[in-house]
C-alpha cells in the first residue's frame, strides 16, 4: 500500500527570514494524522533567508540529519564543532544525552534551501556526536546511495536506529525498480523534480507512506532527487 502525502497538504509557517513546509507535526502545526512514520519524526523543508538562521538552541535524544538542497549552513555546537555544509553534503547529529547549536544561512545574500530531518534513537541516553560527509550524488547519477545507517557500512553515516536512509539525483528517463522487504516499513521523499513510484505521480515537496510492498519502481519524469528512508 502506499499513501501519498501531497506537498501542498503539509503544514506551513513563514516567519520572513525561514519558510517552511511541515511533513509530520512540528512547532504549531498539529496533525493528528501526521505525528510521525514508524521512528521517523521530522521532515521540515526549509528556505532560510541570506544572513538568517537558528541562534543556539538545544536538543537531546534524537536523531538530526541535514541535507542541503541549495547553498550553505553553518553550523556550531557545544562540542567545539564548527563546519559549512555545503549543497550535496549530509550532516548527521545525535543529541543523545544533550546538546546545543546553532545553524545560520553562510551567505549574507544567497538563501539556502535543505532538509531537517528527525528520527528517534532506539536508545536513548547516548553520548552526542557529529558526522558529516558528502556523498557525491550529483556525480553518479540513477542510483540510490545509503547515507546512514546502524552501523556505518559502506562509508554511510552511523546512526542510533534500525533505519536505512537513501538518496539518490536522477535524470529524467533513469528508472529504477528496488525489491522492498514486506515486514518493513519505507518512507519516501521527493527532494525536488518530477517521477512516477509504481505509476502514481509524485512531485517535489511530496512523500509517501509504503508498506507491505515488495518492489518499487521509480522512473523519473525530469530531473529529481529523492530520500528514501527503510525502517523498522
Known sequence: MITIRRAIDRG?????????????SFANYYDPNYLGFSSLRVINEDRVSGGAGFATHGHRDMEIITYVLSGSLEHKDSMGNVSVIKAGEVQL?????????SEYNHSPTAPVHFLQIWLSPATRGLPPSYQQHNFGLAKNLGKLHLLAAPDGRDGALT??????????????????????????????????????????????????????????????????????????
Not at 506551513?12 to 509530520?24: I, P
Not at 528508472?175 to 519505507?186: A, E, F, K
Open 93 to 101: 547529529m545525535s543529541a543523545g544525552t544533550g546538546i546545543f547549536h
Open 159 to 232: 546512526v542510533h536506529q534500525d533505519v536505512n536512509l537513501l538518496a539518490g539525483v536522477f535524470q529524467a528517463g533513469d528508472r529504477l525498480s528496488l525489491p522492498l522487504l514486506p515486514q518493513r516499513h519505507t518512507w519516501f521523499q521527493v527532494a525536488r523534480g518530477d517521477l512516477t513510484l509504481n505509476d502514481l505521480s509524485l512531485h517535489g515537496g511530496d512523500g509517501a507512506a509504503i508498506t507491505e510492498e515488495t518492489n518499487l519502481v521509480i522512473s523519473a519524469t525530469n530531473d529529481a532527487e529523492i530520500l528514501l528512508f527503510d525502517l523498522p
Open 12 to 24: 506551513h509557517a513563514n516567519y520572513g527570514w525561514l519558510n517552511s513546509d511541515y511533513t509530520f
